[in-house]
Each structure stands twice: as structure tokens, then as C-alpha cells.
């Protein structure tokens, strides 16, 4: 697929789709199809899709272990192990995948190799891209707590000291929350380099392009609802409390484009089980990472072994020994 194919699609779908909830909320009365029953309908894709994809995975034999390791394995006890690079016990394990999680530590060593004239092959750290996802990431899931407060009543303190932190530098009114310019910026640095760096661009799907505008679209809707186009927030809440509970119930004239936020979430949440961002659950059942290094400790037996019939030396000597003798091959048993 060409590079313009690839950007063009994804683009002309949410483009479409936008058209499509503006026309459709503004011009018909079927608030109640994007307000309740979409995001009922999108949690049931959701659950229902994870669990499936959790569910092959977790039934994929692993019968031997393959862990990652990029450090000296525990052995004898002067030589020195490396328990985090090469994790010995689940405890470390759990130890290494934290840090993956969390971090993002395997992509801080990510480098970049160039052949240069000579031919000179260079290699050097690339930390670009290691920061713009930790960024987005934790920016996303600090966003995603802050909005809890839609969904709780009275709002729990931890949200509400999340929400004060996250507006510590009250730029504005209402103040721009920090973590909205850093999802930004760290969405724009990934498009960005997929867009310009040639090598990545020849790689780009519009797998990889789909989930990018789609993020945009929620952000880019929820930034506009807080700063330029204000919606009803006490309708708004209302109306989550009610699904949660459910009970769903529609209050009147929350605003449109309320329901393009939600229509753009609730497309997230049930393309997520079936692309690429179900790495959020593949992270933890990769057998790569999930499996402490233990192969020298402890003796694995592939489960599914059938008992196969062999035939031992002593046996063969046994069958063979006076043919042997006679062309003077030594034996173990005169
Ligand atoms: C994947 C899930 C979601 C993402 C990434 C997201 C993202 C955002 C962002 C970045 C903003 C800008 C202001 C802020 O950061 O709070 C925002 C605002 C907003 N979002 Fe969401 N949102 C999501 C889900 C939802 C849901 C499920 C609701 C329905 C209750 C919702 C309702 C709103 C409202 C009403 C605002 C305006 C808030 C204000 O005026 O302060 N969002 N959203």
C-alpha cells in the first residue's frame, strides 16, 4: 500500500465519521443512540473482544521457557548474576515487567544504526522516541483518572489532588491542564515521525495511522469542549453517573459536541481488542518477558510428550556383541 493510501484511509474514515455524529446529533433526535446505547454497546465489544484475545493467548502452549535475557543467568554462587536482566524467580520477574510497564525500559535503549560514507556503520542511543510514548502514555492514563470525576459522586480525594496537580500552573481559564499539552505534543512527535522519517513511513499501515487521528479526534473534541465550545458539565455527569449505574438516563441539550467526544471514545474502546493496541494485555502474557530464566535449575518436560520407545546402548551392544567382537570393535560387556 502507498504511503498515501495508507495516511489517506484512516483519515477519510474519521473524517466521515465526523461528518456522520455532527450530521446525524444536530439534524435528528437520536441522542439517545450515541448517549446510551453506543457506549453500551462498545463496553460489550470491548469486554467481550479483550477476554477472546486474553483468553487464545493465555491457551498458547509455551512448553519450553524463551525469556529475554540480555544479562548472566543465576548459576554457580561466585559467579555474579544479573537477576533483573535475566530474572531467576517469578519475584524478579515481576521485578523486570514493572519497569517495562512503567518505564518503558526496554525501548530506552532503543538506538539508531546509519551506514555512512566509508562505508562506516554508526549506531547511538535514540531517546526520542522512548520519551514521546512515556508521555503519551501517562499523560493518557492521568487523563483517563481526572475523568473519573464524571463517574463518581462525592469524587474520591485522590482525583480531586490529581486534577489540582495536573492544574498547578493555572495557564488560562479554565486553566489548560499540563497533561493535555503533553498528549499533544507526544501524539504530534509520533505522527510526526512516521510521517517524516523515510524508514518508518515505508513500515506505516493505516493500522498505525487509524488509532493516531482517532486519538486526535478525542482529544482534540475534549480540548475544545473545556476551552472554546463549553458543554453542560453537570448534564454530562448526570448522564455517566446514569450509565454506570444502569439506569441510563438522557438529559436534554448537554451539546453536540459532547457526542462527538463520546462517539470517538466509544470507537476506541471497541476497535481496541481487535488492533495493535492490545498490547496493553500482550505485554503481560508474552512469554519473552513473562518467564523467569530458570532453564538450567529446574528441568522442563514438554507436557505433551509421548513416551517414545527407544533403544539403548546396552540393548544394541547386547544384540550386536558377538558381530562386533568379530570385527574388533571394543564392547562394554565381554
Ligand atoms: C478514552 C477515553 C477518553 C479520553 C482519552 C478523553 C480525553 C479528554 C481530554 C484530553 C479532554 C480535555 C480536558 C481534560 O483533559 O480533561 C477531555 C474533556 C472532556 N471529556 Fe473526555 N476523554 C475520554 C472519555 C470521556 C468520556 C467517557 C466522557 C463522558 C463522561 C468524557 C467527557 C468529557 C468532557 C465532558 C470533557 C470536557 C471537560 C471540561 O470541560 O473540563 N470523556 N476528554
Redesign the pocket.
Known amino acids: 500500500m502507498t504511503f498515501i493510501m495508507s495516511i489517506m484511509l484512516p483519515f477519510i474514515i474519521i473524517l466521515f465519521l465526523l461528518l456522520l455524529v455532527l450530521g446525524v446529533v444536530s439534524y435528528t433526535h437520536l441522542e439517545n443512540v450515541f448517549g446510551i446505547f453506543i457506549?453500551y454497546l462498545a463496553l460489550a465489544i470491548f469486554l467481550m473482544g479483550f477476554l477472546y484475545r486474553i483468553l487464545s493467548w493465555a491457551k498458547s502452549p509455551v512448553p519450553f521457557r524463551i525469556t529475554t535475557v540480555c544479562g548472566q543467568e543465576k548459576s554457580l554462587d561466585w559467579i555474579k548474576a544479573n537477576r533483573l536482566e535475566s530474572p531467576f524467580t517469578t519475584l524478579d520477574v515481576i521485578k523486570r515487567l514493572a519497569l517495562e510497564v512503567l518505564l518503558f525500559r526496554s525501548l530506552f535503549r532503543n538506538t539508531n544504526t546509519e551506514l555512512n560514507e566509508g562505508p562506516k556503520l554508526i549506531h547511538w542511543s535514540a531517546k526520542w522516541l522512548w520519551l514521546a510514548g512515556l508521555t503519551f502514555h501517562w499523560s493518557?492514563f492521568i487523563?483517563?483518572t481526572?475523568?473519573l470525576r464524571?463517574?463518581t459522586e462525592p469524587v474520591p480525594f485522590a482525583i480531586q489532588f490529581i486534577d489540582k496537580l495536573d492544574n498547578l500552573f493555572e495557564i488560562g481559564v479554565?486553566a489548560l491542564?499540563l497533561?493535555?499539552a503533553l498528549?499533544v505534543a507526544a501524539i504530534t512527535h509520533l505522527f510526526l515521525r512516521r510521517v517524516l522519517v523515510p524508514k518508518i513511513r515505508y513500515v506505516s499501515l493505516p493500522a498505525d495511522y487509524f488509532p493516531l487521528f482517532l486519538?486526535f479526534c478525542?482529544?482534540g473534541?475534549?480540548?475544545f469542549?473545556?476551552h472554546i465550545y463549553?458543554?453542560d458539565?453537570i448534564k454530562?455527569?448526570e448522564?455517566?453517573l446514569s450509565l454506570i449505574s444502569f439506569r441510563p438516563a438522557l438529559p436534554e441539550g448537554i451539546g453536540v459536541l459532547?457526542y462527538v467526544?463520546?462517539f470517538f471514545?466509544c470507537l476506541?474502546?471497541a476497535y481496541f481488542p481487535f488492533s495493535k493496541l492490545m498490547h496493553l494485555g500482550g505485554v503481560f502474557l508474552s512469554p519473552t518477558r513473562n518467564l523467569a530464566n530458570n532453564n538450567r535449575s529446574k528441568r522442563h518436560i514438554n507436557p505433551w510428550n509421548y513416551p517414545v520407545k527407544v533403544h539403548t546402548y546396552e540393548e544394541y551392544e547386547d544384540e550386536f556383541r558377538e558381530k562386533m567382537k568379530a570385527a574388533e570393535i571394543p564392547v562394554d560387556k565381554e
Open positions: 457506549p493518557f487523563i483517563l481526572r475523568h464524571f463517574f479554565p491542564y497533561t493535555d498528549i486519538l478525542i482529544i473534541s475534549g480540548m469542549m473545556r463549553k458543554v458539565l454530562v455527569k448522564l455517566a459532547f467526544h463520546l471514545v476506541l474502546i
